[in-house]
């Protein structure tokens, strides 16, 4: 398993600013993922992070919107810019260790 | 593609009562399948696990078995708890652990 921690823990934004979301694990892991969970939804993911390439995004997300860096293997940020009230929700990374996904505790994110 | 149904919620029991969550898949080839589970206000804690045909994974008190000629891999409890109380995803990676699909969540709620 991993342990994983997240920064910050909630943040209360105004409308058309940006936040950084990081993310550290306590063991090198290669895969490293961001997913968005709405109010009452299921997850979403919207970018794969592997360290020393490019983030790979599903569709729908977009580098602009959600840049991402991975400058080691153990750690990851995710910026959600030029903020609106649509993107209010819980943001959570997650790493890939053999065939299971471990989470970190999610970033509660309030856009005002 | 791949996808993960679950029974809608929300569910509510009676402490000591037995639980059933119901997920069914589609997948092509061999995937692995999870439940994971989700406290309020927390992220996602896996479960347990299954990764191949007639698998139970269990933990917690809680189990699940793979069953590939129905497609299904439903949670059960024999005794739930209030402190149960929280959401639960069924999901399933692909046959290299990659590509995890979520189930849309099904909220527990266990009244003492």
């Known amino acids: 398993s991993a342990v994983i921690s997240q920064k910050p823990s909630r943040d209360i934004c105004q409308r058309g600013t940006s936040l950084t979301i990081q993310c550290q694990v306590d063991s090198q892991v290669t895969m490293m993922f961001w997913y968005r969970q709405q109010p009452g939804q299921s997850l979403t993911l919207i970018a794969t992070a592997n360290q020393g390439s490019e983030a790979t995004y599903e569709s729908g997300f977009v580098i602009d919107k959600f840049p991402i860096s991975r400058p080691n293997l153990t750690f990851s940020t995710l910026t959600v810019s030029n903020m609106s009230p649509e993107d209010s929700s819980i943001y959570l990374c997650s790493v890939g260790t053999g065939f299971e996904q471990y989470f970190g505790p999610g970033t509660r994110l309030t856009v005002t | 593609g791949n996808s993960v149904t679950q029974m809608e919620g929300p569910v509510t029991l009676s402490e000591e009562a037995f639980l059933t969550i119901n997920c069914t898949y589609t997948?092509?080839?061999?995937?692995?399948l999870f439940w994971y589970v989700q406290y309020p206000g927390e992220g996602l804690q896996l479960l347990l696990k299954a990764t191949k045909a007639d698998d139970k994974g269990s933990n917690k008190g809680f189990e699940a078995t793979y069953r590939k000629e129905t497609t299904s891999f439903h949670l059960e409890k024999g005794s739930v708890q209030v402190s149960d109380s929280a959401v639960y995803f069924c999901a399933l990676s692909d046959n290299y652990g990659q590509n995890f699909v979520f189930g849309p969540g099904t909220r527990l709620s266990v009244l003492p």
């Open positions: 997948a092509t080839g061999y995937p692995s």
